[in-house]
């Protein structure tokens, strides 16, 4: 796939090292706008599964039938289905939680090779930056699922395992599906077990299947019964103009 170059995106251009104070301050800016302009969108979400996945899978794949299955089990349970908002096993989660009659929402990078948010979504935000997409994927969600995919799906995957090794954020299910597909990636986190960086207790933050069944039980363990048990809706307030967003 050859990629459009534009070497003077705000990425690029900040990262190059220290710029005039104005210039970072109104990167500071879109920054905070792009994070308000996510907050606002997403402030009455229900609680959230976000799922992780390749955007190059077609339709026909056995990955995205399995992204469709678990998207509408996460339905099921009454958790919205998130995702980045794309073609792909993101679209198959968003749809299968749709087909369900749940709830699908994303959120979408802008590229220049464009990638178009999916059809299957009730409501969705347009981001420019991966850092704050992957704050907003977070943000929201109780439960992670990473489903195969590429350098961006394995940096979200090991993005969220290490903000909960560091307890940065509580200990929520993370699970890792694709045995065929992950199964060097297994056997380089036993590697890492072996050579003492990580902990035996750290490769224990995921579990590791194909089975959705599986699944379905462990975010029904240790998800499902805790939001109920601690989560209080949020109500929208006449004051601010405030109304539910799906």
Known sequence: MNHLQNDNTDENLFFEGPQSRFKE??????????????????????????????????ED????????????????????????????????????????KGKSVGCNIVLLMEQNKNKYLDLWVEINYFFVRKILLTKYSYVFIIMPGGYGTLDEFFEILTLIQVHKIKKMPVILMGKEYHKDLMQYIDYMEEKG?????????????DDVQEAVNHISKNAVIKIKK????????RIFGERKSI
Request: glycine share 10%.
């Open 25 to 58: 301050f109104i990167f500071l800016i879109k920054i905070s706008y792009e994070l308000i302009k996510g907050f606002r969108k997403f402030h009455f979400l229900d609680p959230c599964a976000t799922v992780f996945g390749s955007a190059r899978f077609k």
């Open 61 to 100: 794949h056995p990955y995205y039938e399995l992204s469709k299955k678990i998207g509408g089990e996460l339905a099921h349970l009454g958790l919205t289905v998130m995702t980045g908002g794309g073609p792909g096993l993101m679209e198959a989660a968003n749809r299968g939680a749709k087909e369900a």
């Open 197 to 209: 960086t990580i902990s035996k207790q750290d490769k224990a933050l995921f579990l590791f299947t």
């Open 230 to 237: 601690k989560r209080k809706p949020l109500l929208p307030l």
